[in-house]
């Protein structure tokens, strides 16, 4: 079940408690271990009473621990020079919070996080309970305590009275940045991402076959290496913060807001060129239309004329070479161009053109990211 990914040949300690959200965990096991985790269970007697332990033996292919023996099993792990590269605790309660922030341990997931943390090692906690018991000041100040130690706290979803657990995704995540070395640790990215699209009448629009997935996967990349991020679209990711923008308009407007505070600034999206000339109502088919089309200052450009951060754009053709060199001598740190066949699509061709370097790149958008960010590190 295991296979190659972000999460390649590091050993997962996933602490369970007594939440409901435990359920969930055979399915958060599956995604670690698609990402090449090996994953050890640990569990509370009260999490026993939600999931039984079999079930995250057969999910992870290892005996759930429940309690500490003597073979000293919180140590083989999360004890100096133990196995384990990261202690996730998925879902965490109220309970336990407080518990690990006051060094209390009463159940196994509490005796590992003790040793974890007095290692010094990776510590992750996902939040779930109810949204009252979330506000309760002694849980906000056990929280902000982790953090202060270096522990990765994943924000519960805010729905329904509750502080839900995050979404599998999002827990995933967060692992894979608790594991990276961060090298974009207090920096901040700005990603434009995916499509526009702009009136020609009250019905219509004209767009791109953009479909935002580069943009996702340079946005996922950065927060795994420590960044914060921000992403200018009108799509909605995990674990970022999404600032919406449905035109070009709104996207000159959003990214001049928001460049002002960035480090680094990506130009992902497929901003539109032209702006149609829009009709009232709805256009009426069966006739031959003309629509003009009036062309839109470039965002790129008045980011250049504010900004003084490092700039990557995005540039779409085959044969741009001198159109990319404009761009470098411009101010463009790096220029990243691929053949139309790569919109809308998994992966494709790429190549990356710095004043110094100029390399091919090919896979799908989430391995091209990797090397973006590569090059630019």
Request: net charge neutral; proline share 4%.
């Amino acid at each position: 079940m295991t296979g190659g990914g972000k999460l390649e040949g590091k050993t997962i300690v996933l602490g369970v408690t007594g939440s409901i959200a435990a359920v969930e965990t055979v399915r958060l096991v599956h995604e670690l271990r698609r990402r090449g985790a090996v994953v050890q269970a640990v569990m509370s007697e009260a999490a026993c009473g939600i999931v039984h332990p079999d079930a995250l033996t057969y999910a992870t292919g290892r005996a759930a621990i429940v309690r500490c023996t003597g073979m000293v099993e919180h140590v083989l792990y999360c004890g100096d020079g133990g196995s384990a590269d990261l202690l996730l605790v998925a879902p965490c309660t109220a309970n336990t919070v407080g518990k690990i922030a006051c060094g209390i341990d009463d159940t196994p997931v509490t005796t590992f996080a003790t040793t974890a943390l007095g290692r010094g090692m990776p510590v992750a906690v996902a939040p779930a309970m109810h949204e009252s018991m979330y506000r309760h000041p002694a849980v906000a100040a056990n929280l902000d305590r982790l953090r202060a130690w270096g522990v990765d706290v994943v924000p519960p979803r805010i729905e329904e009275g509750k502080a839900k657990i995050a979404g599998i995704e999002e827990i995933v995540l967060y692992a894979e940045r608790a594991l990276a070395d961060r090298p974009l640790a207090g920096k901040r990215v700005l990603i434009t991402s995916g499509a526009c699209a702009e009136a020609v009448d009250d019905v219509r629009v004209l767009t791109t076959r953009s479909t935002g997935r580069m943009g996702r996967a340079l946005a996922l990349e950065a927060f795994r290496l420590g960044a914060g991020v921000t992403v200018v679209h009108a799509g909605r990711f995990p674990c970022v913060r999404n600032v919406h923008a449905g035109t070009a308009g709104e996207m000159m407007a959003a990214v001049l807001e928001e460049v002002r505070e960035a480090d680094i600034y990506l130009s992902a999206a497929a901003i539109s060129d032209f702006l149609p000339g829009r009709a009232e109502g709805k256009i009426p088919s069966g006739a031959a239309t003309t629509i003009r089309l009036e062309p839109l200052p470039k965002v790129l450009d008045a980011v250049l004329d504010i900004f003084s951060g490092t700039v990557v754009a995005f540039k779409l053709g085959r044969d741009e070479e001198a159109r990319a060199n404009a761009m470098l001598a411009a101010g463009v740190f790096m220029v990243v161009m691929n053949a139309p066949p790569a919109m809308g699509a998994a992966g494709g061709e790429f190549e990356m053109m710095t004043r110094e370097m100029r390399r091919r790149v090919a896979g799908t958008k989430e391995e091209v990211a990797t090397a973006i960010w590569s090059a630019l590190l």
